[in-house]
């Protein structure tokens, strides 16, 4: 193994170099962000009371693919934008005026 020699620096003054460095390097660095972590998700019931539908409805909802769920753990969640962005189809679906009323 190889040693490294220092002349003229005290264990105490070189322990403290480095403490002042590490405090340096934690104060400059971000915190990771991470973007799947920061979604917000609905339960079900949420999702049912923000477009204005009833439970069933939103399985028919997500079934045909206006939604996307999410399975985590033994809950089914949805992400808050896209539950957002499907808001505007929900509202022109239910009070369209004859036509096609199946998705």
């Known amino acids: 193994m190889s040693q490294i020699i220092l002349n003229g620096v005290t264990l105490s003054q070189l322990l403290e170099k480095i403490e002042q460095l590490i405090d340096r390097k934690l104060n400059n660095s971000a915190p990771p962000t991470n973007t799947l972590n920061q979604s917000k998700f609905y339960s079900r019931q949420e999702v049912a009371r923000l ?18 769920s999410y399975k985590i753990g033994n809950r089914v969640l949805y992400k808050q934008e896209e539950v957002l962005a499907c808001v505007e189809r929900v509202a022109a679906h239910k009070f369209k005026r004859g036509g096609n009323h199946g998705a």
Do not use: C
């Not at 477009?51 to 997500?62: A, F, G, K, N, V």
């Open 51 to 68: 477009l204005m539908i009833s439970l069933p409805t939103l399985r028919d909802y997500t079934k045909s693919g206006w939604l996307v």
